[in-house]
């Protein structure tokens, strides 16, 4: 069973900064990992989605790398501003399971003005 | 092209009655699935379809069922509803690869 978890749970930081959302799954069996945004009562906003036989994607000031074999996913956020506060989740889809979702409960970004 | 369209975006049940929840996917997706989202977690993985097939079910009650309509879009059915059963339901649809969501309907059980 394909666990996904997220670290740290909760991140604040002062604008301005650069920082790093950590993502780390069980099975590497996976199809391709998505990062998503959601903001207080609302859905989630797609951010980043890497393939299985890709490294890294970027938009903008986000970067999202993969590695596979050792269970991990990082998103690197560039320049924080205070619009980037919001939940963080991270979303692993499997081969074996058809194309279910599993995700980590998130990390919740504070970037104070 | 329009999102994924969700709807109620709010709810309120009592506990036992019976509750649908509708999704519109994007225009020429076929898959649409179904995610529970309890405050503070993550979404849990509750159906998946595509082609009106059900491809995936996750680890939910019977009282949980779903359907797809020839247009694509669904309806996700919860009867005998528990107060454990609030949460945000989310739809995601999806063509190729990667994962459209919706805003989601918030179901409140009282």
């Known amino acids: 069973k394909q666990e996904v978890t997220q670290i740290p749970a909760a991140l604040s930081v002062p604008e301005g900064e650069n920082l790093v959302l950590n993502c780390s799954f069980t099975?590497?069996?996976?199809?391709?990992l998505q990062w998503f945004r959601q903001d207080p009562g609302k859905g989630l906003t797609s951010l980043l989605l890497?393939?299985?036989?890709?490294r890294e994607q970027t938009s903008g000031r986000l970067n999202a790398s993969l590695d596979k074999s050792s269970g991990r996913s990082t998103l690197y956020i560039a320049a924080s501003q205070p619009g980037d506060s919001a939940t963080y989740l991270c979303a692993v889809g499997q081969e074996t399971s058809g194309s279910r979702l599993t995700f980590g409960e998130g990390t919740q970004l504070t970037v104070n003005p | 092209d329009a999102g994924v369209t969700q709807s109620p975006t709010h709810l309120i049940k009592t506990r036992g009655q019976q509750v649908t929840l509708r999704c519109s996917p994007i225009s020429g997706h076929k898959s649409v699935s179904w995610y529970q989202q309890v405050l503070g977690q993550g979404p849990q993985f509750i159906f998946q379809?595509?082609?009106?097939?059900?491809?995936g079910r996750g680890n939910f009650p019977d009282r949980f069922s779903a359907r797809q309509f020839p247009n694509y879009s669904s309806e996700l059915n919860v009867n005998a509803l528990l107060l454990g059963d609030s949460a945000l339901y989310l739809c995601?649809?999806?063509?190729?690869?990667?994962?459209?969501f919706g805003s989601g309907t918030r179901l409140t059980v009282v």
């Open positions: 995601a649809s999806s063509r190729d690869y990667g994962y459209t």
């Open positions: 099975d590497s069996a996976i199809y391709n």
């Open positions: 379809y595509y082609e009106k097939e059900e491809r």
């Open positions: 890497i393939q299985s036989s890709q």
